[in-house]
């Protein structure tokens, strides 16, 4: 087992190599770029365009350029002995073996251009919004898509599953944005319920995240919970009804196909109550397709619904990204995209192994 | 009952028997149908699937037929007024407008839904065109000839679905100095044969070793054309399910590309535009602009799938007739 762990994540390796040169690649050909926002500027004259781009390594070759950004090479070394750090040893070793600090490989995501602040800071300042939204929203969908695909599984070609069906259907069909805006329109704009957008509301409650708002919280849990669940309700149902469809269908299907089988045939024959039958017996093997999909699903966790959060304002990860594509603020795009791409990378090994483990019929020799 | 003499068709040995219990003198004669008209007869008895063609069918009449036959220019970001001279006949009857108008500029958005609807469409239907032919050669030729070329496309094939799409779809956009619908749609077509390309190795994977292709080989067959005669037929069914599926999903990639601002140049009316256009007028009360084109969206998007599980059910020649 662990032998087949060890290959699986050792086969990962080129597919991120892969992947950090397809980043760096598609960076050089965008628009843009660290210099740009000189260009109008008279003040800036070719001499000092010149020393910024020394100082930032612009004007090193390209392979040197993306050698320091993913943290093999060490900026300060000459010639061949990039390879080496400071201490003399390989750069790409983390920083307590002798390694280097710069670079990806030791979390080093540079700079923001648009706003100077390292981008780790900036991801660190939305994830845990993101979190907040997309935690609470998988939450309810998974619990919801057992419910509705157990349900419908086990009372199949009646009017209940015939309602659920449809119900995944015409939901699977809506653009997750298109039906954000037509919540906005009933619940915002014309009842007005819940707000259009945002994360709280900045006429009394300070910004999420900060010390203020932990005060503000330790002051008026109440005002605070009741402003943060006004905001999450609307792109909470969003992300939950539009998910909640294609899962549903999943475990539905998963379910008719364990409830198929001969070993629950067996154990009605042999009195286990339906109930029993249903939940130990067939729901516990449908479930093995269903982990697996669920860890496909946790890179959205970080990331961040895109859609949900654009219509939303919500301000994390996903609407985020979408503000530095607008800003040309690449390193930003950049960190966001390794992480997406290791966390899509990781949750497929991931659900390879649960599978595994899970599944005795798999051989991992 | 039907009199003895007039002929009847039953589909199925169970329907035949009902019939032959009433009637022992009917005289049988058994009629084959070939692959094609059995998968046909299975699509038209799944009715969802039926009903989703002719959903999906209306809506491609609506998006090709309904800009010739509205009162307004093709060119619909022209203000109103100014209609008139623009070579078609004063209308004789006032128009109204029974979708309303979008705010301050006043366009009429039945005209921009429908334009939309045929816009978006030839944009969707082009790209999985274009990424079902490539999907299938890149997978027909990593799952046939396998080995590092087979390593090598499929490591790039991960990587590039590991990244965010919307960033692909920039990148790409300004590579190809992009805006325009057709730049969308070669795009779309070469960021969408990845899932095509992954689908068709498998089955090719799974095919490879039948007997039949050692004949053929053995009979000094060529590799390609075991690959585009003897392999790819035998696929053909799972490609044109998941084609079917990817049109829905480039509709709404398109959607929601354009939505967030880095789709197609925001003057060409597609689904996606007059949505992202209607986001400003939501607050002010005019929810007609906003939910018009989305519900064109969610008609063919139900209409696909309906169609996509019917085609699905009906072109697997293990299910029953």
Redesign the interface.
């Known amino acids: 087992m662990i032998r087949y762990i060890i290959r699986r994540l050792i086969g990962a390796i080129?597919?991120l190599f892969?992947?950090s040169l397809?980043?760096y690649g598609?960076v050089l050909?965008?628009?843009g770029g660290p210099t740009a926002r000189f260009a109008m500027n008279p003040k800036i004259t070719p001499e000092a365009l010149a020393a910024f781009e020394h100082r930032w390594g612009l004007d090193q070759p390209v392979y040197v350029q993306y050698c320091r950004w993913l943290g093999v090479c060490n900026p300060d070394g000459q010639g061949l002995g990039v390879v080496l750090s400071n201490h003399g040893l390989p750069n790409l070793l983390p920083g307590f073996m002798g390694g280097g600090d710069n670079g990806v490989l030791h979390f080093d995501l540079g700079l923001s251009s648009a706003s100077g602040v390292p981008v780790s800071e900036v991801i660190a300042e939305r994830f845990p919004r993101t979190l907040a939204l997309a935690g609470v929203a998988l939450v309810l969908w998974l619990t919801l898509a057992l419910i509705l695909g157990v349900t419908s599984a086990v009372k199949r070609y009646t009017k209940v599953d015939n309602a659920i069906t449809v119900f995944n259907?015409?939901a699977?069909?809506?653009?997750?944005?298109?039906l954000g805006?037509?919540l906005?329109?009933i619940f915002s704009?014309?009842l007005g319920w819940f707000p259009?957008g945002g994360m709280w509301d900045v006429r009394n409650t300070p910004i999420f995240g900060t010390s203020d708002y932990w005060a503000y919280v330790g002051q008026h849990p109440l005002n605070a919970f009741a402003d943060l669940v006004k905001h999450l309700a609307l792109p909470v149902i969003t992300l939950v009804a539009v998910s909640v469809a294609g899962d549903s269908r999943f475990v539905r299907a998963a379910m008719i196909d364990a409830l198929r089988q001969d070993f629950v045939r067996t154990a009605r024959a042999k009195g286990v109550p339906e109930r029993r039958v249903i939940f130990r017996h067939a729901l516990r093997n449908a479930l093995l397709p269903v982990v697996t999909n669920i860890g496909l699903e946790l890179p959205f966790l970080f990331?961040g619904a895109?859609?949900t959060e654009?219509?939303f304002s919500w301000p994390g990860m996903g609407a985020q990204?979408?503000t530095s594509?607008?800003q040309y603020d690449y390193p930003v795009?950049m960190g966001?995209?390794v992480i997406?791409?290791v966390l899509?990378?990781g949750a497929?090994l991931l659900a390879d192994i649960i599978y595994a483990i899970v599944d005795p019929r798999i051989s991992y020799g | 009952m039907d009199e003895i003499g007039h002929p009847r068709i039953v589909e199925t040995p169970a329907d035949l028997e009902e019939v032959l219990a009433d009637n022992p003198d009917y005289e049988v004669q058994l009629e084959s149908l070939n692959q094609r008209q059995l998968a046909w007869r299975r699509f038209k008895r799944h009715r969802m699937a039926l009903l989703g063609a002719i959903l999906f069918t209306s809506m491609v009449v609506v998006g090709v037929v309904g800009p010739i036959l509205l009162p307004f220019d093709k060119n619909v970001f022209v203000p109103l007024d100014q209609l008139n001279s623009n070579g078609r006949p004063p209308m004789l009857v006032p128009y109204f407008h029974p979708f309303g108008e979008t705010q301050q500029l006043q366009y009429d958005v039945l005209t921009l839904v429908v334009n939309g609807i045929g816009l978006s469409l030839m944009i969707s239907v082009g790209a999985t065109v274009i990424s079902t032919m490539i999907g299938t050669v890149v997978g027909g030729m990593s799952g046939y000839f396998g080995g590092w070329l087979d390593t090598i496309l499929m490591r790039f094939v991960d990587a590039l679905l590991a990244l965010p799409l919307i960033y692909l779809i920039l990148v790409f956009s300004e590579f190809l100095g992009g805006g325009n619908w057709f730049t969308i749609m070669v795009i779309f077509a070469l960021l969408g044969w990845l899932q095509t390309a992954r689908l068709v190795r498998s089955v090719i994977l799974s095919l490879r070793g039948e007997d039949y292709v050692d004949a053929a080989r053995v009979a000094g067959v060529s590799e390609l054309r075991i690959i585009f005669r003897h392999l790819l037929p035998n696929a053909l069914s799972p490609i044109i399910v998941a084609a079917t599926l990817s049109i829905a999903a480039f509709i709404t990639a398109e959607a929601f590309v354009s939505f967030v601002g880095y789709g197609i140049d925001p003057s060409t009316p597609t689904l996606g535009n007059i949505l992202s256009g209607s986001q400003q007028a939501i607050g002010s009360g005019n929810w007609w602009w906003a939910v018009f084109p989305g519900l064109a969206i969610v008609l063919i998007v139900l209409g696909i799938n309906f169609m996509g599980d019917g085609l699905q059910d009906a072109l697997d020649p293990r299910a029953k007739i």
Do not use: E, K, Q
């Open positions: 080129p597919t892969i992947i397809l980043i598609f050909l965008s628009p259907y015409v699977y069909s809506f653009p997750t944005f298109w805006l037509l906005i329109i704009s014309m259009a990331t895109i859609a654009t219509v990204f979408i594509i607008g795009v966001i995209s997406t791409a899509v990378v497929n």
